[in-house]
């Protein structure tokens, strides 16, 4: 069989497998989010947070309860991992305490679901930071970004009332009824693989030739599987996904891959099953599965293609790619994790060809919302249907509706300042470290040096940092130096402002459509639900990025192409 | 005023304990139950797939690890030894951010496809394998020029092994069939006939040629 046959095949029993679970999934969580019975574990869950599970909240008071969920996670993993020095041996594996300023950046790092990581993990954390700190936020940073887009739904769902749910509810659901049960089952497939899940130290075991070799121990599978199933992308080691410990196989790899594509696919039937119209949840599917279908597509011809000296000379594109996994499966891999904030990786992005680079930072450009983070790939896509239908209005002059809710001048200004945001973080922050004249120097790979690359490969390597920081995807094109001052500190905030800015005007969306009256569906009405509106979506979708990101990319990935 | 700072405080004091609440559950309980069921039901492979000869531990199946003489090249660089199967070019190194212990690392070169230093490299490496083997420059497949992603990666594609039998033979003071017929025994077809790429794991290939040097 060719490789590329093989690549082809493979892709096919991911979307093969995801289409099986699509229609089940998606109700299940429908039923989740809107089911009036809770568990008894639930019952004291909520005793404990001393939260009424039953009252609803309006947007100002859901969105306090993200915030503040949010800064008390921020504030504990800053400080676990502040005291990780002063832990016994067995809980800190003997790593000293994390500098402050790498110790903010990764608080925010993994409450922001980006778990963009300027330090390597087998050399910088114990069993206590990555399994009572990382791991958790993995989860709960999820349920999160679930919480905040089924209360968008809601918005949609709902009328001539403000209230969007319970966030305590919506939050504990989808921690303890969806996340936890798939990890579970997940952590033993990937077990059964190969991924390793024990609490040894850094222990020595023998080589054929004489001599040893240290490993670490670690809690690994348990946390690869909600790594990847709440696409936060973290990885227990520093070669991440490509370490033979996170990911041991072929079928381990797709089966990361199904898992970093499962819940933003079948969100959208949720979504359609909440807003009573399944066929809505389609359009959205069939946005979202053009979009990363065409870019893995486009991946993996340029991948087999494998343009570049080095490459050429070489034969393949298999500089930072595993032997297991090949050209193909790697290819997937990689716009699957930028396409869904995911971040984690199976082979190293700086190694990838001119173009196979650009697509992955294009990727993370679209917003994330082909199909996105968890929650967050929802409530993006349904920010871009409402500027798509705005436009669509434009055109043919009538007032935009959507899903039987008025878009009105309230309601688009905060879909455009949602989408106003990534752009400004991403483009504000690497005007000014190219401006700067400390952090520059971070960078491996300027012209005068060129150890990495051209000039226009530094600059890529910099505008890349910031766009899966604001985009919360966390993936490196390393090569940069991140672990400075200038970087924590600014990576670090783009993650946070990244994130929880976008949430505020998803729910004040959210309160706004939930208090209307629903407009009756009329014969000029836009078919919201038909293949049109996916294209016109699409269109959208490219459009926008295109314009914002265009002088970017010709100065990085574009020059660095034609050089 | 002051009822807006009650309320303040009172959800702040929430999210705190919610925190707390879910850290004991998603990160004691979960893991400690992952970890009880892995270790019942894939106890090997849930610490580590240590491979083991007449008892002894010579490594992990799933690391890959390094086969060189005492000797060393102009560089530094220890040299390869002809005896056994070579794994890949690796990239991992020590890397000595808030490091008590000297771990191994894993990682990549993160070398760019137009770089100046992966394109010398790739040819030193296509010069360097094919003088050992003994074959022509030509032969060396892709796997043998690149360092892999990890720095840790267990296998080499069946090309590079078959490459490298004859030579190995020849060390070993063994006939190059018998040689060549223990690499088409530890080939390893794509899972389920599709999935990754055809390999050869080299810690347990070098396993069966030892044993084979010393049953001699």
Known sequence: MSPVLSGVLQLTAVVAALALVYRPLGDYMAHVYSSEKHLRAEKWIYRLIGANPRAEMRWPAYLRGVLAFSLASILFLYLLQRVQGA??????????????????????????????????????????????????????????????????????????????????????????????????????????????????????????????????????????????????????????????????????????????????????????????????????????????????????????????????????????????????????????????STGAVDSFHSSFTGLGGGITLLSMMLGEIAPGGVGSGLYGMLVMAIIAVFIAGLMVGRTPEYLGKKIGTREIKLAACYILITPTLVLGFTALSMALSSPPESILNTAGNSVHGSGAHGFSEVLYAFTSGANNNGSAMAGLNANTPWYNTTIGLAMLLGRFLPMVFVLALAGSLAEQQPVPETAGTLRTEKPLFAGLLTGAILIITGLTYFPALALGPMAEGLS | MNISVRSAARVAGAGLRALLVLTVVCGVIYPLVVTGLAQLAFHDKANGSEVKVDGKSVGSSLLGQSYTLDKKDKDGNPLPDPKFFQPRPSAAGPNAENTRYSLLVSGASNLAADSKVLLEAVEKRRTDVAAFNGVSPSAVPVDALTASASGLDPDISPAYARLQAARVAKANGLPAGEVERLVKDHTTGRQLGFMGEERVNVLKLNVALKKLAASR
């Open chain 1, 87 to 340: 832990l016994p041996d067995s809980l800190s594996l003997g790593f000293t305490a994390i500098s402050p300023d790498q110790a903010f950046n990764t608080a925010a790092s993994f409450v922001a679901n980006t778990n963009w990581q300027s330090y390597s993990g087998e050399q910088a954390m114990g069993h206590a930071v990555q399994t009572l700190g990382l791991a958790v936020q993995n989860f709960v940073s999820a349920a999160v970004g679930m919480a905040v887009a089924i209360a968008l739904v809601r918005g949609f769902a709902r009328s001539r009332t403000g209230e969007l749910g319970n966030f305590w509810t919506d939050l504990v659901r989808g921690t303890v009824r969806i996340l936890i049960p798939i990890s579970v089952i997940g952590a033993l497939v990937l077990v059964a693989c190969g991924a390793i899940q024990n609490f040894a130290g850094i222990h020595e075991i023998g080589q054929l030739t004489g001599g040893t070799q240290q490993v670490n121990g670690g809690a690994v599978a348990s946390q690869e599987v909600i790594k990847e199933l709440g696409t936060n992308g973290g990885g227990y080691f520093n070669a991440n996904s490509a370490h033979p410990f996170e990911n041991p196989n072929a079928f381990s790899n797709l089966f990361e891959i199904f898992l970093i594509l499962v819940i933003p696919f079948s969100l959208t039937r949720t979504f359609g099953k909440l807003v009573g119209n399944v066929k809505q949840g389609y359009a959205i599917l069939a946005t979202m599965g053009l979009i990363w279908l065409g870019f893995t597509a486009l991946m993996m011809w340029t991948e087999y293609a494998h343009h570049g000296a080095a490459l050429q000379a070489a034969g393949g594109a298999m500089e930072g790619k595993e032997q297991r996994f090949g050209v193909g499966a790697s290819a997937i891999f990689a716009t699957t994790t930028t396409l869904t």
